[in-house]
């Protein structure tokens, strides 16, 4: 497999995850959004994901872009460990955090739309996050365990991560929000995650290495 990805892109840091979860070995192919005026938008990977995205996965002679897709597509392939809970109701839920935040947040606080804001780049973020950490601390109070639903890590762990260390980088006051500060300590203590990390990839600039 290969992943297209960017050290601090939340999106590729949920399949990093993912793939360090499942033990699936993999070819890192670094795309600086910054870099060249963004690397994501050169013709030569235009081809392999048209929406100039990361990350984009090649993997079983398909490419894959969109991180849930590709984590669905990881879980039909390596169900080991297992991602969504068998239990109806619980898959619901993981799936339901996942959305509220791939969905609800990130989009509405990425690297295209805070470029477009100007001064208010950092305001902006903090108001999106923040809308939807009020909904996801209510929601958590009801699903949690040791993580986002029960005491199994699931995908809504893999996309709460990412979206708290985005909250931290744009100065969002984490006080209001006990139970998702719990699940990130929490999660950020297992290896999986601790390899995936901004600050452990090849990309890392030096000064943000851990």
Request: proline share 7%.
């Amino acid at each position: 497999p290969i992943l297209y990805s960017y050290f601090r892109s939340s999106c590729s840091w949920r399949v990093r995850i993912a793939l360090a979860l499942k033990g699936i070995s993999y070819d890192l192919v670094p795309v600086n959004l910054l870099k060249d005026g963004g690397q994501q938008f050169s013709a030569e990977f235009k081809a392999i994901n048209p929406m100039q995205q990361v990350p984009a996965l090649k993997i079983d002679g398909i490419t894959l872009s969109q991180s849930l897709a590709i984590l669905h597509y990881l879980e039909d392939t390596h169900p080991n460990p297992r991602l969504l809970p068998q239990d109806p109701k619980k898959r619901a839920q993981v799936r339901m955090i996942a959305e509220h935040i791939v969905s609800g947040i990130q989009p509405l606080q990425n690297l295209s739309i805070l470029n477009q804001m100007g001064e208010k780049k950092m305001e902006w973020a903090q108001n999106c996050i923040t809308s939807g950490f009020k909904a996801l601390e209510q929601i958590l109070q009801h699903t949690a365990g040791r993580y986002c639903v029960g005491d199994e890590v699931s995908m809504a762990d893999l996309c709460l991560v990412p979206q708290v260390f985005n909250a931290e980088r744009y100065k969002v006051d984490m006080g209001p929000y006990p139970t998702i500060t719990r699940i990130n300590k929490a999660l950020l203590e297992l290896e999986a995650f601790k390899v995936s990390h901004p600050s452990r990839q090849p990309d890392t600039p030096a000064e943000l290495r851990a």
